[in-house]
């Protein structure tokens, strides 16, 4: 099983960037479909974005294309979600998620981390 610990996140004006970061022990990345998803208060968790194993496709939410982008660096074990022109309806705890071999455009994630609070102001 992959431990994951998100970091990266904080405070931010609308408009502005912040970058989370998801490190990774016990396996290598490599061969896990990874994600982001994110739960707001008083609402269910919802995708955000995933990556497929080997790190070759991606898939987005409608409501974060163009704004935000997953990547991975495999050589650390960390995945990335940069996140641009960030706006009030993005506040929520953001989690990184894992699953082997999985599939990106249907994640089924099995592996989370503890969450890390992004927060807009308007």
């Known amino acids: 099983q992959v431990q994951l610990v998100e970091s990266g996140g904080g405070v931010v004006q609308a408009g502005g960037s912040l970058r989370l970061s998801c490190v990774a022990s016990g396996r290598p990345l490599s061969n896990y479909a990874v994600g982001w998803l994110r739960q707001a208060p008083g609402k269910e968790r919802e995708f955000v974005a995933a990556?497929?194993?080997?790190?070759?496709?991606?898939n987005y939410a409608d409501s974060v294309k163009g704004r935000f982008t997953i990547s991975l660096n495999m050589a650390k074990d960390t995945v990335y979600l940069q996140m641009n022109s960030l706006n009030p309806e993005d506040t929520a705890v953001y989690y990184c998620?894992?699953?082997?071999?999985?599939?990106?455009?249907?994640?089924?994630?099995?592996?989370w981390g503890q969450g890390t609070q992004v927060t807009v102001s308007s």
């Open positions: 990556l497929s194993w080997r790190g070759t496709s991606t």
């Open positions: 998620a894992a699953e082997l071999y999985g599939n990106y455009l249907n994640p089924a994630f099995s592996s």
